[in-house]
């Protein structure tokens, strides 16, 4: 018989050792979580390790994820594929056990945390997904998306702020399938947070409208266990169980200080430490009789059984909503898709209308969302700025099964947010606020493409073009930002046809963000032939051929591009042969192959020269080291658009006097 005490010191036992072994590492929290986690994985969670993807499991999210070992433990115990070699491997390179946990990394991480603060948003995210999907799916005795988010935050998590955007609104929205223990140790890595977080914990959540459990002894199981049992049967709030416990628990000298946090413990205390749990064992050596009793195969396999007979007597009663379902699940898109959005655009570039990108945008959606139930959006409090709802929009407060989420001013726990929507499954998630206010977001944006999450960003107001709202409202280095950050495709289109390709884009993309960059001014549509058409979608194309050869390449974006074709078309009265580039968006050009980049930008071509309304310095990887850019180089001013492009100097006539200067030498 192994006791629960045994069963817990096993996680412990492992994350020391795993530690040690990488010679770095955060032991203190695995020792201290880990009778919590005991109880929780052994007696609650509801999971499948032979299949970690099963749709209707649990959500474990480890937020304060410096911890790994203690989830990699876990993971190993309970029977997923990670083996004790790699637990071995503990933060080497290429193995299944990162510093921090990984997405596609690990078999059963469900989401990358390591950004303090951003697990438990994720989190949230997935009790939304897993609400409003429930609500439209589910159907009396057919309950067939019905499962909890579990999360383990620490006391740097609660500091953050983000934990306060999230949780204010995850309160809001009553999620009472999200449960969270919060490891409340009184140490940080600078020592005793009573020095620096002296909140009270309890009166914030009950603030929020939490459900609140208090001063449970985290080492002890009953308390564990009876505050669950107590969490389980609230259902309208969220919960959280602050646990107090040691941190390291366990080891003799380090346990309770700010020692045993981020190092290795050294052979000398972790030699103690075994004295201590009375734990027998070599490193990395776990009997038999604790493997078999940590084993969770079995019942994970009776858990997606049952569901699995369930799910096929829902198909035999609802065929049409169980083919939908899974359709979502497998981000397939409807097979009327593809013709309907192609028509669509067909007809954009038809019937010209000159109307701000994002207003494009918004008829867009109008079209799109018709077609994609799975689309759920979202803006920080700027819907009617950014455009983001249309006719088919649903806010989740006023129907749940709707499909679009008043986030309120919370631009950094939107974006994460709606990360774990589209971790959870069964979603495709945009969120919008003004391209400045990326920055608040610039953290949770940048996790989206770490992960390779599928998320559409609409940033609104692109550029001084938003005018009278000044500089800090004007963004000048956020594209070149975004654009530098890699897996996010970034479109900044130029008129309604190129933003109906970039949402296309953005959608038919199977794995990754993409941030669609609009502008508040009207823009006028320009024309284009059938080959033009079609070859948007490669990021950059031939817009206007002089004559052969080729003199000089214009490269442009936006709001830009209308004046640089103009702008182009007066040089080459003067007798230059030119071509302009319209380049909506420069990765996705960048990923073509280099026969189609070699015909768009020829190398035989040197003098280029790019104009876009944003920091300068990005566009010489286009225009090379002794190429023209009309660009910004200092910050905005408040005044009417019309006269901040004149007093920037994207004009045609500045253009014009700029170029020929540039090409007589």
């Known amino acids: 018989m192994c006791s629960e005490k045994e069963l817990s010191n096993a996680v412990r036992m492992l994350s020391i050792d795993a530690v040690q072994n990488a010679k770095s590492g955060h032991p203190g929290m695995p020792m201290g979580m880990a009778d919590i986690a005991e109880v929780l994985w052994r007696n609650f969670l509801k999971h499948s390790p032979t299949n970690p993807n099963w749709h209707n499991r649990d959500r474990f999210i480890l937020s304060n994820g410096h911890g790994s070992m203690l989830l990699y433990s876990l993971l190993h115990l309970t029977g997923y594929n990670l083996s004790i070699e790699e637990i071995k491997k503990f933060r080497t390179f290429n193995s299944k056990t990162p510093g921090h946990p990984e997405i596609k990394e690990t078999p059963g991480v469900e989401t990358t945390t390591g950004p303090l603060g951003q697990g438990l948003a994720n989190a949230v995210g997935m009790a939304i997904a897993e609400k409003t999907l429930g609500a439209y799916f589910n159907r009396l005795n057919y309950d067939i998306v019905n499962h909890y988010t579990w999360v383990f935050v620490g006391d740097g998590c609660l500091m953050e702020g983000i934990s306060h955007e999230v949780c204010s609104l995850a309160g809001t929205l009553k999620l009472g399938k999200l449960i969270v223990f919060y490891d409340s140790n009184g140490i ?29 002894n985290g080492h002890d199981s009953k308390s564990i266990m009876n505050s669950i049992q107590k969490a389980i049967l609230v259902k309208d709030k969220p919960s959280l169980i602050i646990c107090n416990t040691i941190i390291g628990f366990g080891s003799p000298n380090k346990s309770g200080t700010s020692e045993s946090h981020g190092a290795p413990l050294g052979e000398s205390e972790i030699d103690l430490t075994r004295k201590y749990l009375k734990w027998k064992y070599s490193p990395f050596e776990i009997p038999q009789k604790i493997y078999k009793k940590w084993n969770f195969v079995k019942q994970g396999l009776k858990l997606e059984q049952e569901w699995n007979k369930k799910f096929s007597l829902y198909k035999s009663k609802y065929p049409e909503l169980a083919d939908e379902y899974l359709r979502r699940l497998k981000k397939d898109l409807p097979p009327i898709w593809y013709k309907k959005t192609s028509d669509y655009i067909i007809k954009l570039q038809k019937h010209p209308k000159n109307i701000a990108s994002r207003k494009a945008s918004q008829n867009i959606l109008e079209k799109f969302v018709k077609l994609l139930p799975e689309l759920i959006g979202g803006s920080a409090d700027l819907s009617p700025s950014n455009l983001t709802t249309c006719s088919f929009s649903s806010s989740i407060v006023e129907n749940i099964s709707g499909n679009y989420i008043h986030y309120g001013v919370r631009e950094f726990g939107m ?5 774990g929507i589209s971790q959870h499954g069964g979603f495709i998630p945009y969120t919008s606020t003004f391209l400045m206010f990326v920055e608040y977001a610039r953290n949770a944006v940048r996790m989206a493409a770490l992960m390779n999450t599928k998320h559409i960003f609409v940033y609104t107001h692109d550029s001084i073009g938003l005018g009278e709202d000044g500089p800090t409202h004007q963004p000048v280095e956020q594209l070149a930002n975004l654009r530098m950050t890699p897996n996010i495709d970034v479109w900044r289109p130029c008129d309604q046809v190129e933003t109906a390709i970039a949402w296309k884009f953005a959608i038919e993309k199977k794995e990754g963000p993409t941030a669609l960059i609009l502008s508040r001014q009207n823009l006028s549509q320009l024309h284009r032939n059938n080959d033009q058409l079609n070859a948007i979608s490669y990021g950059a194309y031939i817009l206007y051929d002089s004559k052969q050869p080729i003199d000089v390449i214009f490269i442009s974006t936006g709001s830009e591009v209308e004046i640089t074709l103009l702008a182009a078309k007066e040089i080459f009265s003067l007798g230059y042969s030119v071509r302009v580039v319209s380049m909506p968006s420069n990765n996705v050009f960048d990923q073509q192959n280099k026969t189609y980049k070699e015909f768009v930008l020829p190398s035989n071509v040197t003098k280029r020269i790019a104009i876009e309304a944003s920091a300068k310095d990005f566009w010489y990887k286009y225009v090379g080291i002794n190429g023209l850019i009309i660009g910004m180089e200092t910050f905005g001013k408040s005044a009417p658009a019309d006269v901040l492009f004149e007093e920037f100097g994207f004009t045609v006539k500045n253009i014009v006097n700029k170029s020929k200067n540039f090409l007589k030498h």
């Open 415 to 419: 974006t994460a947010i709606a990360n």
């Open 188 to 216: 940080s890595i600078d020592g005793k947070i009573s020095n620096w977080f002296t909140d009270d914990t309890v009166m914030r959540f009950n603030a929020y409208n939490w459900h609140v459990i208090d001063k449970v």
